[in-house]
């Protein structure tokens, strides 16, 4: 299977910004990419997006929630990220099913072995062979998220920044430990540092990773 690459971190980590950076040079050194995100991806899946992240749903259930994940990966696996990588490409995911263990898991403290079930049930043999964790303060990162839904008019995705920072604080604990439980595949990145020197950190990482994909 073709190199598959996901980004995780709190809000505010500055994940999506690094993801732009990375297509751009991987597009540079003759790479084919795919640069994707979870919730979304395809029309249904971000139409899904949509009522997951929207401020005004902030009674929805957890297991509602969880569920809502779990569809709206099926279809983004089924429609656009197999095909990529079936077809050789580099994917690139901002999110994936580690997202689902730390929010819904950690945070909303929902059951671990159904949430594995939801999803192998929707992701099944596509897993990443790289995470990178974009690790910083929670006050930061928050500040940052907030900043930045400040700046945007009409946002429709403010719902988990909304949330106390216990429950930022538990996703980021659950992240951690994620790291700690599989470091060949989850690396750490400093993500209060400068844009550059966090882009350094992802460049090494992922340059380690293509190359021993090459090797195999």
Request: net charge negative.
């Amino acid at each position: 299977m073709a190199p598959f690459i996901t980004f995780e971190g709190i809000e505010g980590s500055g994940k999506t910004t690094q993801i732009q950076r990375l297509t751009k040079l991987l597009h540079q050194q003759g790479h084919s990419v795919l640069q994707t995100r979870e919730p979304g991806g395809c029309s249904i899946a971000d139409q899904i997006r949509g009522i997951l992240l929207h401020p005004d749903n902030a009674e929805m259930d957890s297991r509602a929630e969880l569920l809502l994940y779990a569809a709206a990966r099926a279809q983004h696996i089924e429609q656009i990220v197999r095909p990529a990588l079936n077809d050789n490409k580099v994917v690139i995911c901002d999110r994936f099913t580690d997202a689902t263990i730390a929010y819904q898991g950690d945070g909303r403290g929902l059951d671990r072995d159904l949430i594995s079930q939801l999803n192998h049930l929707a992701a099944g043999n596509c897993r990443p062979g790289l995470t990178l964790l974009f690790d910083l303060p929670v006050e930061t990162g928050l500040s940052r998220a907030l900043q930045r839904e400040s700046e945007q008019q009409n946002c429709t995705e403010g719902r988990f920044e909304r949330e106390k920072t216990e429950f930022h604080q538990r996703i980021r604990n659950g992240y951690l430990q994620l790291a700690k439980s599989e470091p060949q595949r989850v690396k750490i990145i400093q993500a209060d540092r400068s844009p550059e020197q966090v882009f350094e950190q992802v460049r090494g990482f992922v340059d380690s990773f293509l190359q021993a994909e090459d090797e195999k």
